[in-house]
């Protein structure tokens, strides 16, 4: 069956450094994949998506990477901030649904 | 900027009652969207909803559950039976669906907590 995966359940890392999350598929192909923030309480928010045919896509501090032989999509916060704290989720799937990981909760300590 | 938006915030039950939670997509949305997260875990789809019927479920959403866009604006989800498992957040969400709807991020409402006693 299709799985999405995100690999650590919690990371903390220190102000300014850049955070790296992880988020892995398996048993499909996904033609995009969407990373969400969600804060205690909260529902996801939208962040950035990334297209199989693209290799990396950014906005501002964020970055995430795409790649298909590793199966793997990568999502980057630098100089990470407190306010950079929350759960992270990947997701894919279609117009009829979205399929999300179980998130990666990211603290960054001042 | 528009949002999903969702009533109660709160809602606790009796084990056994029937539940309507609702959810009032942006305005010019097409596509429509019920999640759960229980406590602790991820958030799992449960269907999406389009041109008034049933787009697509998960196995979660079996006869006990219900969905219906009463009116021009609500989109409300109906619990029938409710057991103690019930008890999770709820989000509903929405995308424009027009021109490559596929791809298109998701709006999600900042959820329903379903409390079942």
């Known amino acids: 069956s299709q799985k999405i995966e995100q690999n650590s359940e919690a990371l903390n890392i220190q102000e300014g450094k850049t955070a790296t999350l992880t988020c892995n598929y398996t048993?499909?192909?996904?033609?995009?994949l969407q990373w969400y923030r969600q804060d205690p309480g909260r529902g996801p928010v939208f962040l950035l998506l990334?297209?199989?045919?693209?290799k990396e896509k950014r906005k501002e501090r964020l970055k995430v990477t795409f790649d298909t032989t590793l199966k793997q999509s990568l999502f980057h916060i630098t100089a990470s901030q407190p306010a950079d704290s929350a759960t992270y989720l990947c997701?894919?799937?279609?117009?009829?649904?979205?399929?999300f990981g179980s998130g990666t909760q990211l603290t960054v300590l001042p | 900027e528009p949002e999903v938006t969702q009533t109660p915030s709160h809602q606790v039950t009796q084990m056994g009652q029937e539940v309507i939670l609702r959810c009032v997509p942006i305005?010019?949305?097409?596509?429509f969207y019920w999640y759960r997260q229980i406590l602790g875990q991820k958030v799992e789809f449960l269907v999406s909803?389009?041109?008034?019927?049933?787009?697509?479920k998960s196995e979660i959403f079996d006869d006990q559950f219900s969905v219906e866009r009463p009116d021009g604006s609500n989109f409300t989800l109906k619990i029938r039976s409710t057991k103690l498992e019930d008890s999770a957040m709820y989000f509903c969400?929405?995308?424009?669906?027009?021109?490559?709807?596929?791809?298109?991020?998701?709006?999600f409402g900042d959820g329903t907590r379903l409390s079942i006693l």
């Open positions: 969400a929405s995308i424009r669906g027009t021109g490559g709807q596929s791809n298109q991020p998701q709006h």
């Open positions: 048993n499909y192909s996904p033609a995009y």
């Open positions: 997701a894919s799937g279609s117009a009829r649904q979205l399929t």
């Open positions: 305005s010019n949305h097409l596509y």
């Open positions: 909803f389009y041109n008034n019927e049933i787009s697509e």
């Open positions: 990334i297209r199989e045919n693209e």
